[in-house]
């Protein structure tokens, strides 16, 4: 709700967004525009209840981030779109595949849909899936710790997506594309709230 205690929406869903957006690509971002406001809650909070980002990567690819606080219509998703097909990930559970060239579908994809359809889907299971992701990955830190071995997403990976995600609301803040450092100094940029 304010800027001293939190960077809202663009550090707390956002962050997790980048990180996967930088695993697909192999890279961190370089540059970032950002808009927001603060659309449905009057309530004196200081950090934006609607964000939209979009991050440039090298190779002039992109990923946006959007997150808006007064509609649930699209629910939580990601999609990754490229010249060979579109992967849509819901939920943390749910996958979906639309090749490129094999037609458009409107009906939504399931376990059970035919082989043959545009649009093909993993399995959905029992719903455990989320949960043991998310032991498969304490396990694997775990894992790490007991033989030193490195983790997928150590320490250096964690800081370029946090320092992303700052620069991204910095920019949102003076309305202007800014380049993503690669080292962050708490007094390069200033915040409203300072």
């Known amino acids: 709700m304010y800027r001293q205690y939190s960077e809202g929406l663009m550090a707390e869903l956002g962050s997790h967004q980048i990180t996967a957006a930088s695993w ?55 999609m990754f779109m490229g010249t060979k097909g579109t992967l ?49 990955e304490i396990a694997e830190f775990c894992s790490a710790i007991r033989t030193g071995s490195p983790i997928r997403c150590g320490p250096q990976k964690a800081m370029r997506t946090a320092i992303a995600c700052l620069t991204a609301n910095r920019a949102a803040e003076q309305k202007a594309r800014l380049e993503i450092p690669t080292t962050w100094h708490p007094f390069t940029y200033t915040t409203k709230a300072e």
């Open 24 to 78: 697909f690509f192999d890279s961190p971002p370089e540059a970032v525009y950002t808009a927001g406001g603060i659309s449905r809650y009057q309530d004196g909070r200081e950090v934006s209840d609607h964000i939209y980002a979009t991050f440039e990567y090298p190779g002039g690819r992109t990923a946006t981030f959007s997150s808006i606080q007064s509609n649930a219509h699209e629910d939580a998703y990601e």
């Open 88 to 136: 849509l990930l819901r939920h943390e559970v749910e996958a979906y595949l639309f090749n490129e060239g094999e037609g458009e579908s409107t009906k939504a994809a399931s376990a059970t849909g035919p082989t043959d359809s545009p649009v093909r889907s993993a399995p959905a299971g029992d719903g455990g899936e989320k949960s043991s992701a998310y032991r498969l």
